[in-house]
């Protein structure tokens, strides 16, 4: 008998989380449309269908309509940011995305998502289904039972977790789940702006549970807590009571479960194909609807450069963690949903994958492969950062099936005598390197004075110059073109967060098998990828562009560059009582102290208080406008504006840009190294990440300043700058064969003023 499982999706929470994961690196149509929500969105829902093979599913959307908390508390969700209008819009096509899929959305007027699903949950439990509400929100502990539990989907990498009685009542450090909601009455909730008793925290609201088991028994002895704590229970009851309705979840909205209604269907392909296409979902479209699927216009759209640490200004995709390798890799921030369609892997194809340990060993090796015209390289490293990290080990490969790993001494002397054995192998200049993403390797080398001299092969730019658009990490390309699904990272160490392990934790047997398989599975790649250079028509930019650029980022990433961290940390302080004189500035304009970070509030300030525009838009969540483009045309209207604004500047160039760098400092060189993507804008821009040194603020005086923070290492060096001259204009002359554009170029004109000079039939010493 098929299971009974009921999944209910938190929908709006759902969304916020997708949207935030690409913040930094914005997922943009060819006609500038923002698809990070709806993507993400996708990601979570096909995951859930895939992996966790629900029976039933249904959607749950709150409405702008107010609540009853609204109207108990004015101040209810208050201190919620104004929802980006790239999120608000695309909820339409998030809906169109469901419908799609054939899925249930189920929203009421009145109701929060909230309401909707506990209601939800407890008519499907009592039917005998087993219920998973999915939702990042701690408030849903209050409706788990033996039969409804919690599902909170993995972010950027992490682990999902599913939490039962046992998991809510650990993680409130309380007896009874009912008791959530005593406890968030006691505390409050600052993401609702449900206040609580003021200066109880979690731990406080904890212990008093403990003693007095619900909020109620709390207040009634409140004469018997001594102290601080007795005074601020009996001043903050009313509060506390209100706190804890606030928190309640209802569940006895007018919804009802119907099986039929519920229960997962085939999918609405046709409505899929039309949604998808209008998203520009590619590769998504082609996994789920098959290979006829064709996304959006013919040319890919430009990408989308970033700032210093990632706010949209470029470059659809960005540096995240290979799965195969802890090397960073150009991936999207959310991988896409991937059917697994990888029949062989490692228990069931033959292979030879071969430990060096002895000096012989060792010796037969380097002479063995002295002998080859190819070898595909790689490292196993204890990290992520190519600047921090120590060698664990090195594998090799010359023939398909066929790999061997030599583990290096975790002792720096040791690993260098180690080395020196295969200097001379390194060095010979007639031997081409294979590697994916080999510049993270190069770098490795470096660090023990050592360097590929051959010529590369870097089957990760391969790829790209053939597929500007497409996902390549090595796992999806050995599944692409081999069909063969690698041994994954987490099997060894772990998965991502603070009790995943390092390479150096791995036995022989097992890092044998994936290191050596890692080059052999490249090598592979290789072959596979080196024809289609040639189909491309695309060997020129591969082997006089992206190839021979490699080791020039190498040496780029490897020197750095100094930062002046007391100029920072003064600036730092000059910007904080910047900010605070801007912040006081605005209150006295005002005539009332306000949160300044709340766009509710400040709505409120301006356009009801102050009546700064009695034609004030409103937002679809009902608050009004307050922008950066809305503020700038009301700056003639009142001086608070230029105050406002300054605030809003001042606080983020502290704490995105003078704050965040000097945490980026190398502890070996004291230098910061950022990272250059090659593979990451379908234009063939670069990409800078970590930090991102390609955008430092330029607009404004303050953001100017920052750049005074980046100085030459010492007195023997100099910082020069150089840029291309009209660089895009000498292009246009080239292919249009222009007269007058070439003209002014050949005899080392300014375009714009000789353009000018035409233009106006003056001199060109006349023109200003």
Not at 415 to 435: D, M, R, S, V, Y
Request: proline share 4%.
């Amino acid at each position: 008998m098929e299971p009974k499982k009921l999944f209910l999706l938190d929908a709006l929470a759902l969304v916020f989380r997708a949207y935030y994961a690409l913040i930094r690196n914005p997922r943009i149509t060819s006609t500038g449309k923002n698809t990070n929500a709806q993507f993400g969105f996708t990601n979570t829902l096909v995951e859930l269908i895939n992996n966790q093979k629900p029976s039933h599913m249904a959607v749950c959307f709150d409405t702008a309509a107010p609540t009853e908390r609204h109207t108990d508390f004015a101040d209810y969700k208050a201190n919620r940011q104004e929802a980006p209008e790239d999120l608000i819009l695309a909820l339409p096509d998030i809906k169109k995305i469901i419908s799609g899929f054939n899925i249930p959305v189920v929203e009421l007027d009145g109701f929060e998502a909230d309401d909707v699903i506990g209601t939800l949950s407890k008519q499907a439990a009592a039917a005998g289904y087993e219920v998973y509400m999915v939702t990042p929100d701690k408030d849903y502990g209050q409706l788990v039972s033996e039969k409804v539990k919690i599902y909170k989907p993995g972010y950027q990498g992490g682990d999902v977790e599913i939490m039962g009685p046992e998991e809510v009542c650990a993680k409130w450090n309380i007896k009874e789940v009912s008791q959530v909601i005593d406890v968030l009455g006691l505390m409050g909730d600052a993401v609702d702006n449900i206040p609580g008793i003021p200066g109880v925290g979690e731990k406080t609201a904890a212990k008093l549970l403990a003693e007095y088991e619900t909020l109620e028994n709390v207040i009634a002895n409140a004469d018997k807590i001594k102290g601080a704590l007795g005074e601020k229970v009996r001043n903050g009851k009313d509060l506390a009571i209100m706190s804890k309705k606030l928190a309640t979840i209802i569940t006895d909205v007018p919804v009802s479960f119907h099986e039929e209604d519920f229960k997962l269907k085939e999918w609405n392909k046709e409505g899929l194909t039309e949604i998808f296409g209008a998203l520009e979902f590619k590769t998504l479209g082609k996994r789920l609807l098959g290979d006829d699927f064709n996304a959006g216009p013919a040319t890919a759209p430009t990408g989308v450069q970033t700032d210093l640490f990632g706010n949209a200004v470029d470059t659809p995709k960005t540096v995240k963690l290979d799965k195969k390798k802890d090397t960073p890799a150009i991936e999207e921030e959310i991988a896409e949903p991937t059917v697994n369609t990888a029949a062989k892997n490692i228990t069931n194809t033959p292979h030879t994958y071969t430990a060096v340990t002895t000096q012989a060993a060792i010796t037969a090796l380097v002479k063995e492969l002295s002998a080859q015209k190819e070898i595909c390289f790689d490292t196993e490293t204890t990290g992520l950062d190519a600047n921090e990290a120590e060698l664990v080990g090195m594998s090799f490969s010359y023939k398909t099936g066929e790999g061997y790993y030599v583990p290096c001494p975790a002792n720096k002397q040791e690993c260098l005598a180690l080395l020196q054995q295969f200097k001379p192998l390194f060095e010979n200049k007639t031997i081409t390197w294979i590697g994916h993403n080999i510049k993270y390797d190069l770098l490795i080398l470096k660090w023990y004075d050592l360097e590929l001299a051959g010529t590369l092969f870097d089957t990760m730019l391969a790829h790209y110059v053939v597929d500007p658009d497409g996902k390549r990490s090595m796992d999806v390309l050995s599944e692409q073109f081999l069909g063969y699904e690698p041994v994954h990272i987490d099997a060894l160490i772990g998965k991502k967060g603070k009790t995943q392990g390092t390479m150096r934790d791995v036995p022989l047997e097992k890092i044998t098998d994936y290191a050596a398989e890692d080059a052999d599975i490249t090598y592979q790649l290789k072959q596979v990828l080196f024809p289609k250079l040639k189909e491309r028509d695309v060997e020129k930019v591969f082997y006089e562009v992206e190839n021979p650029l490699v080791k020039v980022l190498t040496a780029m990433e490897f020197e750095g560059i100094r930062i002046d961290e007391g100029f920072l940390n003064e600036y730092s302080k000059a910007l904080e009582t910047d900010a605070s004189i801007a912040e006081k500035n605005v209150y006295e304009k005002a005539g009332v102290k306000f949160n300044l970070a709340s766009p509710k509030q400040l709505g409120e300030v301006l356009f009801e208080k102050l009546q700064l525009d009695p034609k004030a838009k409103k937002t679809k969540t009902g608050q009004y406008a307050t922008g950066e483009d809305v503020l700038l045309k009301l700056a003639n209207n009142n001086p608070i504006v230029a105050d406002i604004l300054a605030f809003r500047e001042l606080t983020k160039l502290k704490s995105t840009y003078v704050d965040a760098l000097p945490q980026l400092i190398n502890s070996k060189t004291g230098r910061v190294h950022t990272t250059y993507g090659q593979a990451v804008a379908v234009t063939g821009r670069l990409a800078s990440n970590n930090p991102n040194l390609q955008n430092i603020p330029v607009r404004t005086d303050r953001g100017k300043e920052i750049r005074k923070a980046f100085i030459p290492r010492d007195k023997n060096h100099i910082l020069i700058s150089a840029d291309y001259s009209q660089i895009e204009l000498r292009i246009v002359a080239a292919i249009s064969g222009d007269v007058n554009m070439c003209e002014a170029f050949k005899n080392h004109k300014d375009i714009h003023t000789a353009t000018a000079a035409k233009v106006y039939g003056i001199d060109e010493k006349e023109v200003t």
